[in-house]
Nanobody, 121 residues
Framework: VQLQAFGGGLVHTGDSLRLSCAASGRMFRNYHMGWFRQAPGKEREFVVAINRSGGTRYADSVKGRFTISRDNAKNTVLLQMNSLKPEDTAVYYC????????????????WGQGTQVTVSS
């Protein structure tokens, strides 16, 4: 599976962005998909995941503000980010796995190249 993330940019506090992750390869529907982010000087952290059945799990820091969805027909995962805060500033990565556990970076095998999200105050 090859992944490519799009949609990052520079926004202001309170603005919205939508990130897209396009996947190539067959059997996309069999993978759990996740978004992670990494700020300068910090470790990569879990943001949200959607499993192959459509179930979701969010980091507490983004609950109520971010929404993940997937379109298996288009091999795409979307991350709608609302009410953005400066602390959301990071490089965002999409990832894919068929691991039983899928909430840690180490659970993921396939990674996209990352897209920068910068939220100014």
């Amino acid at each position: 599976v090859q992944l490519q993330a799009f949609g990052g940019g520079l926004v202001h506090t309170g603005d919205s962005l939508r990130l897209s992750c396009a996947a190539s390869g067959r059997m996309f529907r069999n993978y759990h998909m996740g978004w992670f982010r990494q700020a300068p000087g910090k470790e990569r952290e879990f943001v949200v995941a959607i499993n192959r059945s459509g179930g979701t799990r969010y980091a507490d820091s983004v609950k109520g503000r971010f929404t993940i969805s997937r379109d298996n027909a288009k091999n795409t995962v979307l991350l709608q980010m609302n009410s953005l805060k400066p602390e959301d500033t990071a490089v965002y990565y999409c990832a894919a796995t068929n691991s039983v556990v899928y909430y840690r970076p180490s659970d993921y095998v396939y990674w996209g190249q990352g897209t920068q999200v910068t939220v100014s105050s």
